[in-house]
């Protein structure tokens, strides 16, 4: 089944920063209840640029606890401040997801144990010090190594979310392919497979028409093998594709009301 991560309750939104600014939980708790009821299987929270380490995680902390108030949904907690991480995770009600690693030996010994110790999820990047390989090949060979090293940390492979980076096709056009055809690859690495996912709408950063690509490039990668997305939840027509693919797809039961039924899960 298909897993949406709702990308809203993101402190580089203006309207984030200033809740955040303000330790106002209204804008963070709206956008939760928004998003769940819009069908979000799990919830995005970063807390965006933060003057301190330390100050970025006291305002993790805040932000999962009341996001977790206002929807019981699990959340994606996504940021490259460690302390951040394990303080967001040190709060959370449920299975949390850590947004994330990278093929990094460093980050993966780091971030690894972290999920292993909290019993989260873990979205990982096909990227290492060389920065984001162009092919398909290169990106499963680096999906290998997260692999194998989530496995040495005890990780299953339905815990581990990779990402094979989709960058925007005004500038990366020629990356479109490679990227999902490497998603097709990454689910041939094991038995079970990992998971896939991707932040969607980088697909179409300071394009024009950008729902357009963002639902097109959804549907595709869903054929692909893609099990989940960070993506606008609240984008109807996005969230119909979802449905949709995923009843052509056969992974959930047809009904007349199925984009309804998707909603509810």
């Given at each position: 089944?298909?897993?949406?991560?709702?990308?809203?309750i993101n402190?580089?939104?203006?309207?984030?920063?200033?809740?955040?600014?303000?330790?106002?939980?209204?804008?963070?708790q709206?956008?939760?209840?928004?998003?769940?009821?819009?069908?979000?299987?799990?919830?995005?929270?970063?807390?965006?640029?933060?003057?301190?380490?330390e100050?970025?995680?006291?305002?993790?902390?805040?932000?999962?606890?009341?996001?977790?108030?206002?929807?019981?949904?699990?959340?994606?907690?996504?940021t490259?401040?460690?302390?951040?991480?394990?303080?967001?995770?040190?709060?959370?009600?449920?299975?949390?997801?850590?947004n994330?690693?990278?093929?990094?030996?460093?980050k993966?010994?780091?971030?690894?144990?972290?999920?292993?110790?909290?019993?989260?999820?873990?979205?990982?990047?096909?990227?290492?010090?060389?920065?984001?390989?162009?092919?398909?090949?290169?990106?499963?060979?680096?999906?290998?190594e997260?692999?194998?090293?989530?496995?040495?940390?005890?990780?299953?492979?339905?815990?581990?979310?990779i990402d094979?980076?989709?960058?925007?096709c005004?500038?990366?056009?020629?990356?479109?392919?490679e990227?999902?055809?490497?998603?097709?690859?990454?689910?041939?690495?094991?038995n079970?497979?990992?998971?896939?996912?991707?932040?969607?709408?980088?697909?179409?950063?300071?394009?024009?028409?950008?729902p357009?690509?963002?639902?097109?490039?959804?549907?595709m990668?869903?054929?692909?093998?893609?099990?989940?997305a960070?993506?606008?939840?609240?984008?109807?027509?996005?969230?119909?594709?979802a449905?949709?693919?995923?009843?052509?797809?056969?992974?959930?039961?047809?009904?007349?009301?199925?984009?309804?039924?998707f909603?509810?899960?």
């Open positions: 089944m298909f897993e949406i991560i709702g990308e809203r402190g580089l939104f203006i309207d984030i920063r200033e809740a955040i600014k303000n330790k106002d939980p209204k804008p963070l709206d956008w939760a209840v928004k998003q769940a009821e819009a069908g979000a299987y799990w919830l995005d929270v970063n807390t965006g640029p933060v003057a301190s380490k100050e970025q995680a006291e305002i993790m902390a805040w932000m999962v606890k009341v996001t977790q108030e206002a929807a019981d949904l699990p959340c994606c907690i996504d490259t401040n460690w302390m951040a991480m394990e303080e967001g995770l040190k709060v959370h009600k449920g299975k949390a997801m850590i994330s690693t990278t093929a990094e030996q460093a993966m010994d780091a971030l690894f144990p972290m999920a292993a110790n909290y019993g989260a999820a873990i979205v990982a990047l096909t990227m290492n010090e060389k920065g984001v390989p162009k092919s398909a090949e290169d990106r499963s060979a680096l999906a290998m997260l692999l194998a090293n989530a496995d040495a940390y005890g990780i299953s492979p339905i815990d581990l979310y094979p980076l989709v960058l925007p005004n500038v990366a056009q020629e990356h479109g392919p990227v999902l055809e490497a998603i097709r690859q990454i689910k041939l690495l094991s079970p497979a990992p998971k896939t996912t991707c932040g969607l709408s980088n697909i179409s950063q300071k394009c024009p028409n950008r357009l690509i963002n639902r097109t490039m959804l549907a990668a869903m054929v692909c093998g893609m099990d989940s960070v993506m606008d939840a609240c984008d109807d027509e996005l969230v119909d594709v449905a949709t693919a995923s009843i052509i797809l056969n992974q959930s039961i047809y009904c007349d009301s199925y984009a309804k039924i909603r509810q899960r």
